[in-house]
């Protein structure tokens, strides 16, 4: 009977939205029509230039006042208050949809009854999503963690896909309530469903691309290394893990199983590194430092790198990243992640300037050529450039030069 009782509701919840759509569309319509009325008025085809003078005149007079304005303000007041009233109106002006929207709430925090009953929990959660969508007060910061708590936990990875999807939707409809919780947003890139994670991608990359969302990158200490120890925080209630809450969980993406998974977020790098001055160049260092340090495959590292330096067109960028990554040497005694900086560097198209200052960060990574796995990357950037006749070359100890020679 509670299963039966719930389905009704949650069909009659569906078409929520369209009900403040409708009154917003009236408003916009009252608007359009006084719009259209005073465009009329001005060009009276008739001649009737004393006829519409006086209306003209109060219009100016109007606009001047700021009363015109005061005019669109108010009709943006009424839509804003029809939507409150679909769900946040008080006691006696609440209507049906009001009313169920705390048991639609309260039954979607009944985790007994929705493990057994999956489908009633996919219903229940798309009536809660389509509910916060219509009003920021119910989008309250209990129901955000109960939609995130589910997104993450849910059984069904039909459930977790829905609500990644709604994410993404809140987060357009109220930026502010969504900020944050970016964490973990970023965070359903780690889904083991391949539909989550798709809808995620395609999620992230939306909102990202049209600057609806910054992207997050690792924290660093106050040297500028970067932490790579898994750290965690409390967010708003729930435990996040930062290391699967950041951009870098998107360019593992770029290896993922599923080709559109691939692919999409090869897209979004691209259309990421042609705004301004290439975002990509700004954090490319924290991901390549993050995914050396991630058991990753050697080819699926090595792919995941190429692509990603291939990005940056700018020889001073190169430049700059030479320095950025010879810093990371500095940042950790992890032998792995050695290697994963000094292939890195071997990727790098270096010129003249880039060669050099390769040479003045020495001592940055002087330690780190006792193992041979680290060495045999800083030859590939030798013979690549031809790097053994730069004067530069003759200025290094001669134990190193035999060394990487």
């Not at 917003?24 to 060009?43: F, G, H, L, P």
């Not at 519409?52 to 009363?67: D, F, M, Q, T, V």
């Not at 705390?102 to 229940?124: D, T």
């Not at 969504?178 to 973990?184: H, Q, R």
Request: charged share 25%; aromatic share 8%.
């Amino acid at each position: 009977m509670q299963r039966q009782t719930f389905g009704v509701l949650v069909l009659f919840c569906f078409n929520f939205p369209f009900l403040g759509a409708t009154r917003n569309r009236k408003i916009q319509r009252q608007k359009k029509k006084k719009e259209t009325s005073t465009s009329e008025q001005q060009n009276d085809p008739n001649g009737h230039a004393e006829a519409s003078a006086a209306p003209n005149k109060e219009n100016a007079i109007n606009r001047g006042l700021g009363l015109a304005d005061s005019d669109d303000a108010r009709l943006d007041s009424l839509s804003e208050q029809a939507e409150k009233d679909i769900i946040s109106g008080g006691s006696t002006d609440k209507n049906l949809i009001g009313l169920c929207a705390p048991l639609v709430a309260k039954l979607c925090r009944n985790f007994g009854s929705m493990q057994q009953y999956p489908e009633l929990q996919a219903a229940g959660m798309l009536a809660l999503c389509k509910l916060m969508l219509i009003d920021a007060n119910f989008c309250s910061e209990a129901n955000l963690q109960l939609l995130f708590t589910v997104a993450e936990n849910a059984p069904r990875e039909t459930v977790r896909s829905n609500c990644t999807i709604a994410l993404g939707d809140l987060s357009v409809r109220f930026p502010n309530l969504l900020e944050p919780w970016k964490e973990n947003m970023y965070a359903r890139l780690c889904d083991p469903a391949i539909s989550v994670r798709k809808n995620a991608v395609l999620v992230l990359s939306h909102l990202i691309l049209n600057d609806m969302m910054k992207v997050l990158i690792l924290a660093k200490d106050t040297f500028g290394t970067l932490l790579f120890r898994r750290k965690y925080q409390v967010t708003r209630g729930m435990l996040v893990d930062q290391a699967k809450g950041c951009i870098n969980e998107m360019a593992v993406q770029l290896e993922d199983v599923d080709d559109r998974i691939s692919n999409s977020a090869k897209f979004f790098f691209h259309e990421l590194s042609k705004k301004g001055s290439n975002p990509v160049y700004n954090f490319l260092p924290d991901i390549l430092s993050r995914l050396s340090n991630q058991n990753f495959a050697e080819q699926t590292f090595c792919s995941i790198v190429q692509f990603l330096i291939g990005l940056i067109k700018k020889d001073k960028q190169m430049e700059g990243l030479v320095e950025k990554l010879c810093n990371r040497f500095c940042g950790t005694i992890d032998v792995k992640q050695w290697e994963g900086i000094a292939y890195c560097l071997s990727q790098l198209s270096l010129t003249e300037k880039g060669i050099n200052k390769l040479f003045e960060s020495f001592e940055s990574y002087e330690h780190v050529l006792s193992e041979e796995s680290v060495v045999s990357h800083f030859r590939a950037i030798i013979n690549k450039k031809n790097f053994a006749h730069s004067h530069k070359w003759q200025r290094w100890p001669s134990g190193v030069r035999r060394l990487m020679g």
